[in-house]
């Protein structure tokens, strides 16, 4: 059983800044991809940031030059670290990993909120 835990979100004003964490436990296989998406109300869930096992990273236009994503392969943890972050930012947030062994696995989500 592979389990993913999330935190880090909450509510940050406009211009703020958030670091969001995904803890993955349980039985895992090498971890290729680690990544986060987000879902806004009535929107579809979309890519925001995944790193790769390599290191290599790639992100969404929306956030790139002002997020990071970057992760602890000793801790099994994948970080993602939000700035500037604007009120078109508030989604769920959902950390998503994929094993060698081709299984994928995804998390409950934290919810960000941005607001004054």
């Known amino acids: 059983q592979v389990q993913l835990v999330e935190s880090g979100g909450g509510l940050v004003q406009p211009g703020g800044s958030l670091r969001l964490s995904c803890a993955v436990s349980?039985?895992?296989?090498?971890?290729?991809?680690m990544g986060w998406y987000r879902q806004a109300p009535e929107k579809e869930r979309e890519l925001v940031a995944v790193?790769?096992?390599?290191?290599?990273?790639h992100y969404a236009n929306s956030v790139k030059g002002r997020s990071t994503i970057f992760r602890d392969n000793a801790k099994n943890t994948v970080y993602l670290q939000l700035n500037s972050l604007k009120s078109e930012d508030t989604a769920v947030y959902y950390c998503?990993?994929?094993?060698?062994?081709?299984?994928?696995?995804w998390g409950q989500g934290t919810q960000v909120t941005v607001s004054s």
């Open positions: 998503k990993v994929e094993l060698e062994d081709g299984s994928a696995y």
């Open positions: 349980g039985t895992i296989f090498s971890i290729l991809d």
């Open positions: 790193i790769g096992s390599g290191g290599s990273t």
